[in-house]
């Protein structure tokens, strides 16, 4: 568990990076902190590494407050993924990954076998490219090199400042995929930052909303998107709202706004399917929902009156 109490931190010229901040990650979520350039995401990381330290407020990880740690000793559980991706050019694929580990004094065989398994995770044939030097990489790949340092000594904690910054936006959307796919990440406590509204919607259990060093707003996707706690946050959003919106919503959150017959015809949606995934179902198909043994028949316009229903519903009586 991470958690940050009343936090600020100013760099002696005027307004504060950050002010007041205080929230908690639980262990194994991942939480984003979602903003636009200058709003202070990258000095809370920074603070929770302890590469900056607070003016005010108090950080802790576990019971633990980092003031009180020896930045070596907690560095060594935080796993920190920086956005140019900060590879030792001199140094091969295996030995940048290897840094941690040979801080640990693992020995020579146990950080081999690690560097190798990594790789292998991460879709990069160790004998193709262990031995090659960053430079020789790919944007994508690099930042798979980073992700895999981050990861070498399997810290419970991962810190990533725009991890997929880098990539052009095919390339993103694919490592993003690959990221969401791998089983180092199962319960590691995740702080993510980006700009990228649909990067945190994707990526987090709950998503942090910063503007001029203050948050704004924390919560879950429908939180964010169906109960704004105010006009930044509503605004922020409302360039991809439609996708957002179809993207988090599945069928069971709409399902009494569902007005389809009971009749079974074509595929077979389970209240879990996103709106957006059952749309492009129908494009091809006929379908039908079912939840908790209910089916209902659906088409393009049943969906989108049970959406609007339902967001009409929450604007007048808030999310449940
Ligand atoms: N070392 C520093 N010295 C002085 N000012 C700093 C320093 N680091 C950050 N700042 C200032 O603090 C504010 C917040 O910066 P920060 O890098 O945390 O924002 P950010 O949301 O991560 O933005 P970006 O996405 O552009 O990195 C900015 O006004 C920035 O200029």
Same mark, same amino acid.
């Given at each position: 568990m991470i958690k940050l109490s009343h936090v600020s931190k100013n760099?002696?010229?005027?307004?504060?990076?950050?002010? $007041?901040l205080s929230f908690e990650v639980q262990a194994g979520e991942t939480l984003v902190l979602l903003g636009?350039?200058?709003?202070?995401k990258t000095t809370t990381l920074r603070m929770i590494n302890r590469l900056l330290i607070p003016d005010q407020g108090d950080i802790f990880i576990g019971e633990k407050n980092?003031?009180?740690?020896?930045p070596e000793n907690l560095r060594r559980n935080i796993g920190y993924v920086m956005q140019n991706t900060g590879?030792?050019?001199?140094?091969t694929v295996q030995e940048n990954i290897g840094v941690v580990p040979q801080l640990l004094h693992w020995n020579k065989t146990h950080i081999r076998d690690r560097v190798w398994t990594l790789l292998q995770k991460l879709r990069l044939p160790p004998e193709q490219y262990?031995?090659?030097?960053?430079?020789?990489?790919?944007g994508g790949q690099q930042q798979r090199v980073g992700l895999a340092r981050a990861l070498a000594a399997d810290p419970p904690i991962l810190l990533m400042d725009e991890?997929?910054?880098?990539? $052009?936006p095919l390339t993103r959307i694919s490592v993003r995929k690959e990221f969401k796919a791998l089983?180092?990440?199962?319960?590691k406590t995740i702080i993510i930052v980006t700009h990228d509204i649909e990067e945190a919607f994707e990526l987090g259990n709950r998503i942090c909303v910063m503007n001029e060093g203050r948050i704004q707003q924390l919560g879950n996707a429908t939180e964010l998107l169906f109960?704004?706690?105010?006009d930044f946050v509503r605004n922020f959003l409302d360039k991809q709202r439609l996708e957002l919106e179809l993207k988090s919503l599945r069928l069971l959150d709409i399902w009494p706004y569902?007005?389809?017959?009971?009749e079974t015809t074509g595929i077979l949606l389970p209240g879990e399917t996103s709106c957006w995934d059952t749309l492009e179902n129908l494009t091809t198909s006929a379908a039908t929902a079912i939840f908790r043994g209910e089916n209902k028949h659906l088409d393009g316009n049943i969906l989108m009156n049970a959406i609007t229903a339902f967001k009409k519903t929450v604007s007048q009586h808030g999310h449940a």
């Open positions: 760099f002696g010229h005027g307004k504060n990076a950050v002010s $007041d636009t350039s200058g709003c202070g980092i003031r009180e740690e020896v590879l030792f050019p001199h140094y262990a031995h090659v030097y960053p430079q020789h990489l790919s991890p997929f910054g880098a990539l $052009d089983d180092e990440l199962n319960s109960s704004p706690a105010n569902l007005n389809g017959t009971g």
